[in-house]
């Protein structure tokens, strides 16, 4: 990094009072990714909790053939159509055309409550079928991760809607302010990566 | 200084900027240096509460079949002294400069996102009661400051006490995540112009490492908890070996956070002291690249060492043969920090101030520490040593012998910065010595009594064991550590009864946060500062021994009459004439108060957590979507 001083630092954007940062990536930008880093380590702790937990079930059920992979592979795929509206609702913003920002986002957020309702119809299936939290490691394993993946789901979607909403007041998301949409793609598509893993990890190879 | 001149000519009233009074002024408030003062107190409360909890611990100790207290309070006393040192005193002390000195030193405003710096210190100040509040309860958290499953389960540990424990370490692991976010992106985004990487002085250079650490540690310690604590309250069966539950599981997720963990607490005092021995040896660091990249190279292999806490377990010898091999390489880099420290000190013009002692202090009992660390990097030593009394000598050689001593060096060296008066340096001397030589007495001995046996962690010990003389010696050297830190406080207290008069630069400093007044302004620097070296103020002041080059004030002719440190003259390239400061907020206490409810639930009542959670969800919006800045914030 060569002294900044005399490199021309990125225009002001009008009437948006920031310095200009030394690295000239916007710093909630930066923040959101170090936030990733450190999301990438709990899941990392959670999925080898699930790896070295799931196969020590006392009871039954276990995991081998109890997953529905098609009905799995339906919502991953759910969510992962919402990573690419996301994208076309960034676009979308950053373009100021506010009509197409305002349907994709939307479609984002609901494809979200899609894959929400997914895991909840899962969870009540699982549930009939005798796993619960308590009844072996499996159990408490599964839901703990699965759960845990909801949750961040769940905060992105309100997040989004969030957005949606705020887009009819001017001044909160606009084209200028498409970063505030881009740091919230940042979590989103994170949350989709992890679903791949997930995926992976929990249902298929578990299948294979 | 009520006016201060501009580079444009004109006169602006610094009054506007005047740091406003009262109690809500300091909840609201969102300046680093309020909230590093905010965490200095709180700190300095816990390390006093903490060392009050060892002193009880050492009076039972002091005789063989003592009943000074019960086996469940000497228990609920060792795990609340471990959890609060290192949760409550060390890291927030660590915090507390972090939060004075980061912008101060990189020539910034403040830091990347004030609001999100105040809600870190409400955390930290609600989950430090939150974990104390067993005292009152008459249960305090007692299973240890790591909390062995399956210890920790609700079979063993029925009552109350582990769950303040749970609740209170998830919350301040939210609060340390959120300071280390800030720090992080603070220091990589906020430089002054000029400021490379390599410009930045060690503490800062630290601070980002430790910053790192805790992003990328502080995870594991959290879903560590998450699983014990729905082991408690959801029955769970993660660490119930019944149920082919694994404790050791919970000591994998613990150590990956412990160990990091323990860079956490000392690479900060190694960053004060990196700046204290180059001051008052009058010399630059001696190989300023070598301690960062050393320091680098701790964090990188601190993360490769955690098992070692583990040797005992029976994990087989290829994995105690890497983590050993690993843990050795720590000596290392460890090794280069102390030799450039002796390199900094040698042939310079020492100056023994009460900083320079402490650091002094600092580096000679950390190779202590730091030797008996090598000793049990080897598993066949370490078996011997593991649970005794000289793993509880190595810790506090590294912790209070390190950590410690490095951290009053930081507060006698920036006293003056921050609250304008100097502290006693008769007084300073006295407890460095009390301190040096209690600290020798209390934790020495430690090394041999866990030699010849005995355990951590026992109430009590039967007579002819040839343990008494050293643990009353023990006892009478952890009563002279008191008196020093009596000496101390009397130090701290007089000096605010004494005017405030303490120079801008008292101790002839080479960083930049002697070039602002003491205290400094609430915006910092009138003119953000242009950096051409790691050592800016002495080049600019010694431009005879440190080069000719025009320094980080682009001297742009000062007026005759201001003094040599007014804060002004720099070329003013692309910032405006305005100084934009945060707005005070309350919303980042509402959204900590918010957290502090929701948890509090999962020991009271569920409501709570219900409530607390609408306080959050509330909290929230408020933040988002209050302006952060001083002017409305509307585009169109």
């Not at chain 1, 992890?194 to 299948?207: E, G, P, R, S």
């Not at chain 2, 000679?364 to 080897?378: E, Q, T």
Request: hydrophobic share 50%.
């Amino acid at each position: 990094m060569a002294a900044n001083q005399g490199t021309a630092s990125p225009p002001i954007q009008q009437n948006i009072i920031e310095h200009p940062t030394s690295t000239g990536l916007d710093s909630r930008k930066l923040a959101m990714w170090c936030f990733l880093a450190s999301d990438c380590m709990f899941f990392g702790s959670l999925i080898t909790a699930y790896l070295v937990s799931h196969n020590r079930a006392a009871v039954p059920p276990y995991p081998q053939g109890f997953f529905d992979i098609p009905f799995t592979s339906v919502s991953a795929f759910v969510l992962l159509m919402s990573s690419v509206a996301m994208v076309l609702a960034l676009s979308g913003i950053q373009k100021g055309n506010m009509r197409r920002f305002r349907i994709w986002i939307v479609s984002t957020g609901l494809l979200g409550l899609i894959f929400l309702g997914g895991q909840i119809y899962e969870f009540t299936e699982f549930h009939h079928e005798g796993l619960g939290l308590d009844t072996n490691l499996f159990g408490s394993s599964f839901y703990t991760l699965t759960g845990f993946h909801g949750a961040h789901v769940t905060v992105g979607v309100i997040w989004l809607f969030s957005l949606f909403f705020a887009s009819f007041r001017a001044p909160l998301v606009t084209k200028e302010k498409a970063l505030n949409v881009e740091i919230a793609g940042l979590y989103w598509h994170f949350v989709d990566i992890v679903w791949i893993i997930i995926f992976a990890v929990v249902y298929l190879i578990q299948a294979g | 200084m009520a006016t201060q001149v501009t580079t444009a000519g004109q006169v602006v009233s610094t009054e506007q900027f005047a740091y406003p009074k009262g109690i809500w002024s300091w909840l609201t408030t969102v300046d680093h240096k309020r909230i590093g003062v905010l965490y200095l107190f709180t700190s300095l409360t816990f390390f006093l509460i903490g060392g009050i909890e060892a002193l009880l611990i050492r009076l039972q100790l002091a005789s063989p079949n003592n009943s000074f207290v019960s086996a469940d309070t000497y228990n609920q006393l060792f795990t609340m002294h471990g959890t609060t040192m290192i949760f409550l005193a060390v890291m927030p002390l660590s915090a507390a400069f972090f939060n004075l000195l980061v912008p101060l030193m990189i020539g910034a405003r403040d830091v990347a996102f004030p609001r999100l710096n105040a809600f870190s210190y409400w955390v930290f100040l609600f989950g430090a009661i939150l974990i104390n509040l067993g005292w009152l309860h008459g249960s305090a958290p007692d299973a240890g400051w790591f909390a062995y499953a399956n210890l920790t389960s609700s079979q063993y540990s029925a009552g109350q006490g582990v769950d303040y424990w749970v609740v209170g370490v998830q919350v301040l692991g939210l609060s340390s995540l959120a300071s280390a976010f800030n720090f992080l992106v603070t220091i990589i985004n906020m430089r002054a112009p000029g400021m490379t990487m390599m410009r930045m002085p060690v503490f800062i250079w630290m601070t980002l490492i430790v910053a790192v650490l805790i992003v990328m540690a502080f995870p594991a310690l959290t879903v560590g908890v998450t699983l014990l604590m729905f082991d408690r309250w959801f029955d769970t069966l993660f660490f119930v070996p019944e149920a082919n539950g694994q404790p050791l599981l919970w000591q994998h997720l613990f150590w990956v956070f412990g160990h990091p963990e323990v860079y956490i607490l000392i690479l900060p005092a190694m960053g004060i002291v990196s700046e204290v021995l180059p001051t008052f040896s009058k010399k630059p660091l001696f190989g300023y690249t070598a301690v960062v990249f050393a320091g680098v190279g701790i964090a990188a292999l601190g993360f490769s060492v955690w098992a070692h806490h583990m040797f005992t377990v029976g994990m087989g010898p290829v994995p105690n043969s890497v983590f050993s091999i690993a843990t050795m390489l720590i000596a290392l880099p460890t090794g280069i920090k102390i030799f450039n420290w002796i390199g900094t000190m040698w042939g310079g013009d020492l100056k023994f101030s009460t900083p320079m002692l402490m650091s002094i202090g600092f580096v000679s009992m950390f190779i202590i520490g730091g030797l008996s660390g090598v000793m049990h990097a080897s598993p066949p030593v370490d078996s011997q040593q593991q649970d005794s009394y000289f793993v509880v000598a190595h810790f506090h050689y590294v912790l209070f012998g390190g950590s410690i001593f490095g951290l009053f060096a930081g507060i006698y060296y920036w006293w003056p910065k921050f609250f304008g008066r100097l502290l006693n340096e008769g007084l300073g001397k006295a407890q460095f010595w009390l301190m040096l030589i209690g600290f020798n007495a209390t934790f020495f001995p430690m090394h041999w009594l866990g030699v010849i046996g005995m355990p951590r962690r026992i109430y009590t010990y039967e007579e002819g064991l040839n343990w008494d003389f050293w643990n009353l010696f023990t006892t009478i050297g952890a009563f002279v550590i008191a008196l020093a830190i009596t000496v101390f406080l009397i130090n701290a207290i007089s000096s605010f009864r004494k005017e405030k008069g303490a120079p801008d630069d008292p101790w002839d400093g080479a960083t930049l946060e002697w070039a602002t007044s003491s205290p400094p302004a609430p915006y910092n620097f009138e003119k953000v500062p242009v950096v051409n070296s790691n050592i800016p103020l002495w080049v600019e002041k010694y431009p005879e021994v440190y080069g000719h080059e025009p320094d980080f004030r682009d001297m742009a002719a000062p007026p005759a009459e201001e003094q040599e440190t007014v804060e002004h003259g720099i070329e003013d390239h692309h910032h405006d004439d305005h100084i934009h400061m945060p707005n005070a907020s309350y919303w980042p206490l509402v959204v900590a108060l918010g957290l502090l409810l929701g948890f509090a639930g999962f020991i009271f009542t569920f409501v709570l957590t219900f409530i607390g959670a609408a306080v959050l969800f509330v909290g929230v919006y408020g933040w988002a979507l209050e302006p952060a800045f001083g002017e409305p914030d509307h585009i169109y």
